[in-house]
């Protein structure tokens, strides 16, 4: 498979070849015929990374404010770090795609193999689209011409909330690709329209579609324009798909429109607004958002759950068959928006068309390679493979290519002289992209292929959640050792069957609880050591707030957030203590309609055999210039602050005052170290296997005993 590809941070534009993703739950697997480049968007998406990081950052002052804030509380050298790593993930392009079903996963009954449909997949010969973004094409509507259909619905699902009639006057403002089929869209409901640009060239087109012109380069007045237009009255309504910082668009908008006249902006402008222009006149103004009810909406995207036909007719997908039933009728006809047709072997090409020809509208990429060639699960990586390996040596493969494998623990295994064979992940991009970059063997989207490949003889397991413990059981059976990403399990079930394949294995098992394995944690259990008085614990974690609907607070897919994430505090607190865990008691916030989850707001009290105690706050409710960890311990007339992994403090503590750090170390390098030397040399495990098992059934139990007591 191949695909394009976007960084960010150095500006190019990629045809990457990648292993072919998988067929996945809820998701059509689609060959590409052709697809469309959105003028707009891409363009916006090309410039900015060929743009400097001074240009960058003026183009993003929020995003600014985000990173100095981080600087504040994380350490310069750490938000430089996560900064970079940003920039430098590469971004597939594209949104309007057409190609023929491959294979169709059970529980998909209104899609088959062969048919030919239109979707928002990227610009790849292979695709993996959730079934709701997807739309089968009518025998009589090209390929080509249903390669338009998805950016043809965002001027649709602006249309549809102006909420045109017979014989109304509407204005389109900015008539690039989506604004021409605004236009005829508008026309389509029986429309009068008005076109507004500055491009003579996309004012005749308008004029061909059966639009009135009006271009304010040569010196005409739009607001004149749409009054004149109106025969005086006012236009019925104005749909903005301009891309320009100025204001102008909408407050032109505001003036040319009649007395309780509708604004809808589809493209993206300036919104500095002067409230009388709309408060005379009682003017609608409405933000579409792309292609309509259901856009950003994990259940309806991603897990595939429609909206009832009778509440919510026109949802994304439904806006897609409309446009194409337009098409199909003759009422849309996107033959003169065609400008460039380009092999898709070419397509970095067709961004240096984009950049340089302002002009340019329609630009098809052709697809033509062979349908088997597309379709190989592993690529061999560009850099030269080394000698064989000599027996015990640590050769590794890495399940999951997401952000945190690449930006630290792939870095971890490869600075600690692992030899690093195979790299997988579904999409099988990301694969490519990190595993270039790392130095891997090879790339696959075929993860069973992986853990049976016997070259490999350690599995680092970095996926979603709710497939960590499956993953890790594999791997055991196959005879591997695991360094598997928290939580090890989401389920008492599951954790049972972890164990039992571990002591069936003889293989080491670790977690990635690298906390415990950061220097000045390190120097806490060193000071902690001699004593041996109760400690007293108080861990604050400064969470943070993220989407409800993200895939972590779901139970069955990230296990919420305290399995999650929270676990960590506990591995901590067990490893500083020493000592087993004899009791957990949770108390969460309380629930509210003020909050969507309430879950992630929860204190955690831990005893231990030996006496101590500890109190865990995981709270998603604080400010974020407040440090995001803090650690305290108490005992015998001593206290130990750990900061953020910056600065560690020892009030009355003999011989002890701080230890501070230039740059955040939370372990990972050091846990990934402790892990490679246990299997080369044949020592223990860095955690012990029934702490990390204990630590598992803790951190379960304290999210079920918080769900159970609402």
């Not at 067929?23 to 743009?51: C, K, P, W, Y």
């Not at 970079?84 to 392009?93: A, D, E, V």
């Not at 008539?175 to 491009?199: K, P, S």
């Not at 223990?684 to 005993?705: C, N």
Request: net charge negative.
């Amino acid at each position: 498979m191949k695909q394009v590809l976007q960084d960010l941070g150095k500006g190019t534009t990629q045809l990457v070849e990648a292993p072919a993703p998988t067929v996945r739950r809820g998701q059509l697997l689609i060959n590409t015929s052709v697809s469309l480049i959105s003028a707009g968007t891409e363009r916006m998406l090309v410039d900015f990374g060929r743009s400097g990081l001074v240009a960058k950052a003026r183009q993003q002052p929020k995003k600014v404010a985000q990173v100095l804030e981080k600087v504040r509380t994380d350490g310069l050298l750490t938000t430089v770090d996560a900064v970079r790593s940003k920039l430098g993930q590469p971004i597939p392009l594209g949104y309007c795609n057409v190609g023929v079903v491959q294979e169709v996963p059970a529980g998909i009954e209104d899609f088959r193999t062969g048919d030919r449909v239109v979707s928002n997949g990227p610009h790849a010969d292979v695709v993996s689209v959730p079934r709701n973004l997807c739309a089968r094409i009518p025998d009589s509507v090209s390929d080509e011409s249903a390669s338009f259909t998805v950016v043809a619905a965002i001027g649709l699902q602006g249309v549809r909330l102006a909420a045109p009639t017979l014989g109304e006057a509407f204005v389109v403002t900015g008539v690039g690709l989506i604004g021409l089929l605004t236009v005829q869209i508008l026309r389509a409901h029986g429309c009068r329209v008005l076109a507004i640009d500055f491009d003579p060239a996309k004012l005749d087109l308008a004029r061909q579609f059966g639009a009135e012109t009006c271009n304010p380069g040569a010196g005409e007045d739009p607001v004149a324009a749409g009054l004149a237009f109106s025969r005086g009255i006012g236009v019925d309504g104005v749909i903005v798909t301009a891309s320009t910082k100025s204001s102008d668009p909408i407050t032109q908008a505001a003036r040319m429109c009649r007395k309780r006249g509708r604004v809808v902006l589809v493209g993206v402008t300036g919104l500095d607004l002067n409230r009388t222009d709309f408060y005379e006149k009682e003017i609608s103004f409405q933000v579409s958002c792309s292609y309509g009810p259901g856009r950003y909406d994990v259940s309806y995207e991603e897990q595939g759950q429609d909206y009832p036909v009778g509440f919510v007719r026109w949802t994304e997908q439904r806006n897609f068959e409309a446009v194409l039933d337009l098409m199909a009728s003759g009422a849309m006809n996107v033959d003169a928006l065609i400008t460039h047709r380009i092999p898709f072997e070419e397509a970095p090409s067709a961004y240096d068309v984009l950049a340089a020809d302002k002009t340019a509208l329609g630009i098809i990429l052709c697809y033509d390679q062979p349908i088997d060639e597309r379709h190989v699960k592993t690529v061999t990586l560009s850099h030269t493979a080394g000698p064989p390996q000599p027996e015990g040596a640590v050769v590794v493969g890495v399940i999951g290519a997401g952000n945190y494998a690449s930006r630290m623990l792939i870095p971890a295994f490869k600075d600690a002289g692992a030899n690093l064979h195979t790299i997988a992940s579904a999409g099988g991009t990301n694969a490519v992209v990190h595993g270039s970059r790392s130095g891997f063997e090879q790339a696959t989207s075929d993860a069973d292929a992986l853990l049976a490949d016997p070259q490999i003889n350690t599995v680092a397991i970095v996926t979603r959640h709710n497939s960590h413990a499956s993953f890790t059981v594999k791997a055991l059976e196959q005879g591997k050792h695991v360094f598997v990403e928290k939580p090890l399990a989401l389920t008492l079930a599951e954790l049972a069957e972890v164990e039992s394949a571990h002591g069936a294995s003889g293989r080491h098992l670790m977690v990635g609880f690298n906390r415990r394995f950061a220097p000045q944690v390190q120097t806490m259990k060193r000071l902690l050591e001699p004593v041996r008085a109760p400690k007293s614990f108080v861990m604050v974690m400064n969470a943070g707030a993220i989407p409800p609907d993200h895939w972590t607070q779901d139970p069955a897919i990230g296990g919420g957030r305290i399995i999650g994430e929270a676990c960590h505090f506990i591995d901590l607190m067990r490893f500083l203590a020493g000592s087993p865990i004899s009791s957990v008691q949770v108390r969460k916030m309380g629930e509210t309609d003020a909050e969507a989850i309430t879950e992630d707001k929860m204190a955690i009290l831990l005893g231990f055999e030996d006496g101590s105690f500890g109190t865990i706050h995981y709270l998603a409710n604080g400010g974020a210039s407040f440090p995001k960890e803090r650690i305290e311990v108490f005992t015998s007339g001593r206290t130990l602050q750990l900061d953020n992994f910056l600065k560690l403090r020892g009030f009355n503590w003999p011989g002890f005052r701080r230890e501070n750090l230039w740059q955040q170390d939370k372990g990972q390098k050091a846990a990934v170290a402790a892990f490679l030397s246990a299997i080369e040399t044949g020592g223990p495990s860095p955690i012990p296997a029934d702490e990390l098992f204990e630590v598992a059934r803790v951190t379960i139990e304290a999210a079920e005993l918080a769900r159970a007591n609402g």
